[in-house]
């Protein structure tokens, strides 16, 4: 038995294997030339020899184990060929195995497509050794050719770079490009295609010369796009992300570069999901991000809320923060535009308010990245703040009043100021102020005591307002005071006098109070804007109301 195993080869530091001498050289000119090298026989048969490298592992070690212990003969397929080709070239096997595996590669192009696509994806554990050896270069080459065959409408261009040519029999400097591509039928390849390993696709790209910023092909880029969307979804995928990270990029430039045309707003989305979880660059990524912006008005909020990788939040808010950035710089930009974004982010930032993690600073970053035009109503912010709110009972009164610096109280319907005034969640001092912008809206206050009008316009003349009708609006300070709205008509600017009286407060229940007090003044606030309202009707039926010629010409506001 000694005889038989009288020598140790250790393949790797992975597996020892128990060989007989004579049979394994015979048929191996490298394992010859380092057993005659070795001076000391006695000390081979006792530690055995060591082969680091060697293509495949123990699995490439094994196969040509058994074909030297089978006389030379082995069932050589196109699931082994390749492996035994590069074990072939690595033990210098020239008069033995590797004429058998050459003759095999030399027959590839009457192999099936399913064929070379299977030994493509059995070279991915030596691919190094597959590469060197030119088989890589052979197999793509005969799978360009098969894919060129089997599609409806195949053209071959020249192409500016000669960096990676394909075999012999297809011309140097190639670029494949399927010029009807759109139905399913000329896309057949791209599933059978998604089972080989990115090092493999990517070499492929690069024989057609399309990789990189060289990617011009639509189809290329649909391709790589579905590959890596397969990829991302394969639960028995044993690559990392960044393996990934020159086909994302590729796939990228080619969006770029025809994404106007090419991708809807919808599926440049959809394309920045798919390439956000590989190694994109910081190129790339930008420029796709200001691909997105420039059609972000076409966007909907579903568009926006893609899931945060970090754990900062649910949905990634940064970089919708970019989208608005770039969206922004968009020159020409009309105001329409402008506010179709503004309505696509009040709406965003009611889907995000209730996000636990979501910082007041990230809120207000996306609140406030639009420009005041690009919102006619500021009801949809105050409703994302409420939600907010609601979301994070334990916030501050400092950070309540910051949360809703954010809203410009002048753009507030009436009956969104009135909701805010009577919610329980929001600083008494913001309601204050939004219910004054309510009251300073009103150009005409009427006067009950002498059942007269007068006048608010920007001129310096006097603009009296009786007592009933800057007692209009009745607001309260923390201390349950409570405060008469007056109107300067020099200054045109509204102060409050207080008169505070300690005795009656009680400071178990200011707040209760305060609120009941505000909302009661809510309700009178709408009676008094009934009374003005059909008491300008009146006014205007009797022709009554006279309006100077040396007036701007403003128009009656809306009261109620």
Not at 98 to 106: A, G
Not at 195 to 201: D, H, K, M, N, V
Not at 308 to 321: A, H, I, Q, R
């Amino acid at each position: 038995m000694a005889e038989l195993c009288d020598l140790q080869v250790h393949i790797n530091g992975q597996q020892t294997f128990y060989l007989h001498e004579k049979t394994i050289s015979r048929f191996s000119g490298k394992l010859r030339k380092i057993i005659k090298k070795e001076k000391r026989k006695t000390q081979i048969r006792k530690t055995g020899i060591e082969i680091n490298d060697f293509p495949g592992g123990s699995d490439g070690f094994e196969l040509f184990s058994r074909f030297c212990y089978n006389n030379g003969e082995i069932n050589i397929s196109v699931s082994n060929v390749s492996l035994l080709h590069c074990c072939a070239v690595f033990l210098a096997m020239n008069d033995t195995l590797l004429p058998k595996t050459t003759e095999v590669f030399n027959r590839m192009f009457d192999w099936s497509m399913t064929d070379v696509i299977v030994c493509l994806k059995n070279c991915a554990p030596f691919i190094t050794y597959a590469d060197s050896s030119g088989i890589i270069e052979k197999l793509i080459s005969t799978l360009i050719i098969k894919i060129t065959q089997n599609s409806d409408s195949t053209i071959l261009f020249p192409s500016s770079s000669s960096s990676s040519s394909p075999d012999s029999t297809v011309k140097s400097s190639t670029l494949l490009r399927l010029s009807s591509c759109s139905s399913s039928k000329g896309l057949w390849w791209f599933d059978d295609m998604a089972i080989l390993p990115p090092a493999i696709i990517e070499r492929f790209v690069k024989a057609l010369g399309a990789y990189g910023i060289e990617n011009n092909s639509l189809v290329v880029t649909r391709f790589l796009l579905h590959y890596l969307k397969t990829s991302s979804q394969s639960k028995t995928q044993s690559f990392s992300k960044c393996d990934y990270g020159g086909l994302a990029d590729t796939a990228v430039h080619g969006v770029i570069l025809m994404g106007k045309t090419a991708f809807s707003c919808r599926g440049l989305f959809w394309v920045l999901r798919i390439v956000s979880s590989f190694g994109l660059s910081r190129e790339c990524r930008g420029g796709l991000e200001r691909l997105i912006g420039g059609v972000l008005d076409q966007a909907k909020v579903d568009d926006l809320l893609v899931s945060n990788n970090g754990s900062s939040g649910v949905y990634d808010v940064n970089l919708v923060l970019r989208l608005i950035r770039e969206s922004n710089k968009v020159e020409g930009g009309c105001l329409d535009r402008m506010k179709k974004v503004g309505g696509l982010i009040d709406k965003y930032l009611g889907e995000i308010a209730p996000d636990q993690n979501l910082k007041i600073s990230k809120f207000l970053g996306v609140a406030e990245s639009l420009p005041d035009c690009a919102r006619d109503c500021f009801d949809g912010v105050y409703k994302a703040i409420d939600i907010y709110l609601e979301s994070h009972p334990c916030l501050s009164l400092e950070e309540r009043s910051r949360l809703c610096r954010c809203l410009n109280y002048e753009k507030l319907s009436l009956e969104a100021c009135k909701d805010l005034a009577k919610n329980p969640r929001i600083p008494p001092r913001v309601a204050v102020q939004a219910l004054v912008s309510q009251h300073s809206n009103i150009p005409i206050a009427y006067t009950s005591d002498h059942n007269d009008y007068s006048y608010v316009n920007d001129h310096d003349h006097d603009t009296p307002l009786t007592k009933s009708s800057r007692e209009l609006m009745v607001l309260y300070n923390n201390n349950g005071a409570k405060d008469h709205l007056h109107y300067d008509s020099a200054e045109h600017t509204s102060k409050s006098s207080s008169r505070y009286d300690h005795k009656d407060v009680d400071p178990d229940g200011v707040v209760k109070l305060n609120l009941q007090k505000m909302q009661w003044r809510v309700v009178e606030l709408e009676k008094v804007c009934r009374e003005m309202k059909g008491q300008m009707s009146k006014m205007v039926k009797g022709d009554r109301l006279m309006v100077s010629s040396s007036s701007h010409g403003r128009p009656l506001p809306r009261l109620c």
